[in-house]
């Protein structure tokens, strides 16, 4: 990337960050359907996407409308691809959600990846580092709930693999602000990103 390309990147992305008045800025930026940039929308059907200008993320945000991207389905995680490794690739399809067949994380990408969540296709589950990244302790929810609308207390599954011997992966607790390994048969929560992976 060149100098000139790197400073006009940058303006971009500070010129996109919101502020909320004196001294209090975001780098969280809400989008539509379209992934284009829109105000910040709670409820059963918020804006679904948000970028963050700080890491060029993109994130999913949760609905509350029984839909595919609903706050309240569970997942057990599920990747096929550490068989080639040797490793257990944990319990497909086991957790609670519509449509049932989908329930696991490898399923709810690739669901994701096909209805193309802002336009994009390219969504994935986030690193240990990426999902703690959203932790704000001082917060109730442990989360900006301006731009994280329906976020639960709860467990969210990263893409970061423990080799335990049923398999899993590092979960981030919403509740308690902090990350632990989880078993890949527990059900926890999703929420999906998209960008440069951090691993």
């Known amino acids: ?34 992934g284009k940039k829109t105000a910040p929308k709670a409820g059963k059907h918020p804006h679904p996407c948000v970028l963050d200008t700080a890491t060029g993320l993109v994130w999913e ?16 995680w599920y990747d096929e691809t550490k068989r080639d490794e040797g490793f257990p690739v944990g319990y497909p399809d086991a957790g609670n959600c519509k449509p049932k ?16 969540l802002c336009g994009f296709s390219d969504w994935r589950l986030p690193s240990d580092e990426e999902l703690s990244g959203l932790l704000r302790p001082d917060l109730p929810m442990k989360v900006d709930e301006r731009f994280f609308p329906n976020s639960l207390a709860a467990y969210y599954w990263t893409g970061s693999y423990v080799p335990l011997e049923v398999g899993g992966a590092m979960l981030v607790s919403f509740e308690l602000g902090m990350s632990l390994a989880g078993n890949s048969a527990a059900a926890a929560r999703l929420r999906l990103v998209r960008g440069p992976a951090k691993r």
């Open 101 to 116: 067949g989908s329930c696991d994380t490898a399923a709810y990408v690739a669901a994701t990846n096909k209805r193309r």
């Open 61 to 76: 945000v949760k609905t509350d409308a029984n839909g595919p991207g609903d706050k309240d389905w569970t997942f057990t």
């Open 1 to 34: 990337m060149s100098p000139k390309l790197h400073i006009v990147v940058l303006s971009l992305s500070l010129a996109m960050a919101p502020t909320f008045g004196q001294g209090d800025t975001t780098p969280y930026v809400a989008l539509n359907a379209k």
